[in-house]
C-alpha cells in the first residue's frame, strides 16, 4: 500500500468538500462525462484509495475520471490509468454505464493490464492501490456510492467483465 500524510492546506480542501452537516458536498454540473476501468485479476479487483488531496478523499473506487476535450472514452481511460497509478491500460470494452450523485454520466470499461505492471501511484490523486474480491470491496465502509450499483449489477449476474453486458 502506499500512503499520504495530509497537510494543513490538504485538510481544508477536504473540509470544503463537506457541507454543514458534515456530509460530501456534490457539485452542480451536469453534462460532465467520465470512464471507469475496472482491471481483474486472479478473481480480484483493482481499487484505488483516494489521497486526502481530491474531492471525496479517502474513498475507494475503481480507478478513472473525467474526460477531457475531445478524447474517446478509451483515450480518456489510458490517460487516467497513466495519470493515477503510473500503468499502462488496454481497454477491451465499455461493460456498464450509469450516472452518478454528480450528474457525471460514466462509462465503465473492462481494462487489461500487462503482467509485469509495477504501480506508480501518483500520490496527490491516490494513497492506495489494491487488488480486492468483490466481497471485500461491497464491505468497504468508505465505496464511492457510485460503485455500489455497478457492483450489484455484477453480483446479479448482469454484468460479466470478461465479456460486457449480460442480456436480462
Known amino acids: ?67 477531457e476535450g475531445r478524447e474517446t472514452e478509451p483515450e480518456a481511460l489510458v490517460r487516467e490509468f497513466r495519470e493515477e497509478i ?19 454520466e460514466l462509462a465503465w470499461w473492462h481494462v487489461r493490464l500487462p503482467g509485469d505492471t509495477v504501480f506508480r501511484p501518483n500520490t496527490a490523486e491516490v494513497e492506495a492501490i489494491e487488488w480486492l474480491s468483490l466481497e471485500e470491496i461491497q464491505n468497504l465502509p468508505n465505496l464511492l456510492p457510485s460503485n455500489h450499483e455497478f457492483l450489484t449489477a455484477i453480483s446479479e449476474g448482469k454484468v460479466d467483465v470478461d465479456v460486457g453486458w449480460v442480456e436480462m
Not at 495530509?6 to 457539485?27: A, F, W, Y
Open 1 to 67: 500500500m502506499w500512503h499520504v500524510e495530509c497537510d494543513t492546506m490538504q485538510e481544508n480542501t477536504r473540509k470544503n468538500n463537506l457541507d454543514r452537516s458534515g456530509k460530501m458536498h456534490i457539485p452542480d454540473d451536469p453534462g460532465r462525462r467520465g470512464v471507469v476501468g475496472v482491471a481483474v485479476r486472479d478473481g480480484r479487483f483493482l481499487v484505488i484509495r483516494r489521497s486526502k488531496r481530491v474531492v471525496a478523499p479517502g474513498m475507494y473506487c475503481f480507478p478513472g475520471g473525467g474526460i
Open 86 to 104: 503510473g500503468a499502462d491500460a488496454l481497454p477491451v470494452r465499455r461493460i456498464w454505464q450509469s450516472v452518478t450523485a454528480w450528474q457525471v
